[in-house]
C-alpha cells in the first residue's frame, strides 16, 4: 500500500470537475454580493470564536479531572459523556430547525412569526427537556447497560451523569435561543452566551472540583448550572431587545396551529435522521479503525480530532451562510442568494484545505502537542494526506448543510446523508474493515464528505434558478 496516499489525490482531482458541474446549468442568476458581505463576514468570525468555546471548555474540563490522582474520575466523564452526546445531538433539531424558519420569516418581514418561533419551540424544548429529566433513570439504566467498564469507572461515570442530567431542560431551551438569535444574525449575542455558559462552567469546575472536592459530580452539577446561568443571560438578551407584548394575541391564535406544528415535525424529522447518519458513520470509523490495531487507532484517533476541531472552524461559515439564506430565501432575493453560496463555499473549502495542507507541511507543530508517543507520530504521516480531501470536500458538505437548513428543506439533507452513508461510506468501510486496509477506511470518510458534497449541489440549481 506504498502508493495508497495517491488515491487521495486522484480523489480530488476527479471530483472537482463534477462539483463544479451543478453550478453549469442555465438560467441561473448572476452572483450578487451587496451591501451583507460585512455583516455576513462579523456573523461567521462570531459563529466561530462561540464555536470554539465548546471545545475550549471541554478541554479545560478534562484538565481538572485529568490532574486529580485517580484517573477513574477523568475515565468515568468521558463514558458518561457518550450518554449525553447522544441525547443531545438527537435534540439539536431544536436549534437547526429554528435558525432557518426564523430567518425565513424575517426575511418576508412577518414579525409575528419570528416571535411565533421562538415561543413555540421553547415550550416544545421545555417539555422535551423536562420529559428527559422525568427518564432520568431508565436513559441511565438503558446507556450505561451498552457500556462496559469497571465498578469504579461506572461508578464516577455514574456521579457525572446525575449532576449533569439536572441540565437537561436548560440546553434544549438554549438550542432554541442560539438558533433564534442566528436567524436574527445577532452574532454578538451569540458570543455573550457562548462567553457566559463556558465561562461559568469553568469558574463551577474550579470551584466544584478543586474546592469542593466534588470529582466527577462536580463535573456534571457545573456543566448543568452553566448551562442555567448561559438560560438566564439569553432570557436577559431577549427581554432587552423589547418584548412585543401587544402582537401575543395574534401570536397566540396561531401557536399551535395543526399545520405549522407538522410543519416543525418533518423539519425535526429530517435533521434527527440526517444526525444519526453522520454519528453512526463516524462511530463506525472509529470502531472500525479498532480492529486494525493500536497504532492505526491511535493515530486515526489523532486525525479525526483534527477533523472535529476544524468542524468547529467551518462551521462558523455554515452558520453565517444558514441565518442570510433564510432571509434571501423568505424575501426571493435570488442574486444575493447564490453569491452567498458561492462566499459560503469558497471560504469554507479554502479554510478547511489551509489546516489541512498545514498539518501536513508541519506536522510536527501540532501532533506532539497531543501526545508523544514516537510511533503515533511517526506513522501519523503515512495518513496525514487525507486531510485534504476529507476538510476540502467537508467544506463544502458543512457550506451546504447550513444552506439548506437556511431553506428549512431538510428532507433533502437527510436524503443526501442517507445516501452518502449507505453508499458513499458503509460498502468502503466493511471492506477496509476486514482486508484490513487502513488507507481503504479514510478513502470511505473521504467518500462520504464528497458524496454529500455532491448530492447537495446538485439540489442547489432549483433554489436559485430564476426560470
Do not use: C
Not at 96 to 125: C, F, H, Y
Not at 164 to 183: D, E, M, S
Not at 266 to 271: G, M, P, Q, V, W
Amino acid at each position: 500500500m506504498a502508493t495508497s496516499p495517491k488515491l487521495a489525490q486522484r480523489l480530488v482531482q476527479q471530483t472537482v470537475t463534477t462539483l463544479s458541474q451543478p453550478f453549469s446549468a442555465k438560467h441561473l442568476p448572476l452572483p450578487v454580493i451587496g451591501d451583507w458581505l460585512v455583516p455576513f463576514s462579523q456573523l461567521a468570525i462570531a459563529n466561530t470564536l462561540s464555536n470554539l468555546m465548546v471545545p475550549l471548555a471541554g478541554l479545560i474540563d478534562t484538565a481538572f479531572l485529568g490532574h486529580l490522582s485517580d484517573i477513574r474520575y477523568l475515565n468515568g466523564v468521558a463514558l458518561a459523556t457518550v450518554i449525553f452526546n447522544v441525547i443531545y445531538w438527537s435534540f439539536n433539531f431544536f436549534r437547526m430547525g429554528t435558525t432557518g424558519p426564523t430567518a425565513q420569516a424575517l426575511g418576508k418581514g412577518d414579525l409575528d412569526e419570528v416571535w411565533l418561533i421562538v415561543v413555540r419551540n421553547s415550550l416544545l424544548a421545555l417539555g422535551t427537556g423536562l420529559a428527559v429529566w422525568l427518564l432520568r433513570s431508565p436513559i441511565s439504566t438503558a446507556g450505561f447497560a451498552l457500556l462496559q467498564t469497571g465498578p469504579d469507572v461506572r461508578l464516577a461515570a455514574m456521579d457525572f451523569y446525575n449532576g449533569r442530567i439536572v441540565g437537561a431542560p436548560a440546553v434544549l431551551l438554549n438550542y432554541v435561543l442560539l438558533g433564534w438569535l442566528l436567524g436574527r444574525s445577532k452574532g454578538k449575542q451569540v458570543v455573550v452566551l457562548a462567553v457566559v455558559g463556558n465561562g461559568s462552567n469553568i469558574v463551577l469546575d474550579y470551584w466544584f472540583i478543586r474546592q469542593l472536592g466534588l470529582e466527577s459530580y462536580g463535573a456534571g452539577f457545573a456543566t448543568a448550572l452553566s448551562q442555567y446561568i448561559m438560560l438566564a443571560m439569553g432570557i436577559g438578551l431577549v427581554i432587552s431587545d423589547g418584548i412585543p407584548w401587544e402582537r401575543w394575541a395574534a401570536i397566540k391564535t396561531r401557536l399551535w396551529q395543526p399545520a405549522a406544528l407538522m410543519s416543525v415535525f418533518n423539519l425535526n424529522r429530517d435533521i434527527l435522521v440526517r444526525t444519526f447518519a453522520l454519528v453512526i458513520a463516524m462511530s463506525l470509523f472509529t470502531n472500525f479503525s479498532s480492529g486494525l490495531g493500536d497504532t492505526i487507532l491511535g493515530v486515526n484517533a489523532l486525525l479525526i480530532q483534527v477533523v472535529l476541531m476544524s468542524a468547529y472552524f467551518m462551521d462558523g461559515i455554515a452558520l453565517a451562510v444558514e441565518s442570510y439564506a433564510g432571509q434571501f430565501y423568505g424575501n426571493q432575493s435570488k442574486g444575493d442568494l447564490y453569491g452567498l453560496l458561492l462566499l459560503g463555499i469558497g471560504g469554507s473549502v479554502v479554510l478547511g484545505s489551509a489546516i489541512a495542507l498545514f498539518l501536513i507541511f508541519v506536522p510536527t507543530a501540532f501532533f506532539p502537542l497531543l501526545t508523544n508517543h514516537a510511533i503515533l507520530l511517526d506513522t501519523i504521516s503515512d495518513y496525514i494526506i487525507w486531510l485534504l480531501p476529507v476538510l476540502s470536500f467537508g467544506g463544502v458538505a458543512f457550506t451546504l448543510d447550513g444552506y439548506f437548513l437556511g431553506l428549512t428543506n431538510g428532507r433533502v439533507l437527510r436524503n443526501s446523508t442517507l445516501i452518502a452513508a449507505l453508499i458513499g461510506f458503509l460498502p468502503l468501510a466493511v471492506i477496509a474493515r476486514y482486508l484490513a486496509l487502513p488507507h481503504l477506511l479514510w478513502l470511505a470518510l473521504a467518500a462520504l464528505m464528497v458524496t454529500r458534497a455532491l448530492t447537495l449541489l446538485r439540489k442547489v440549481p432549483a433554489t436559485v434558478s430564476t426560470g
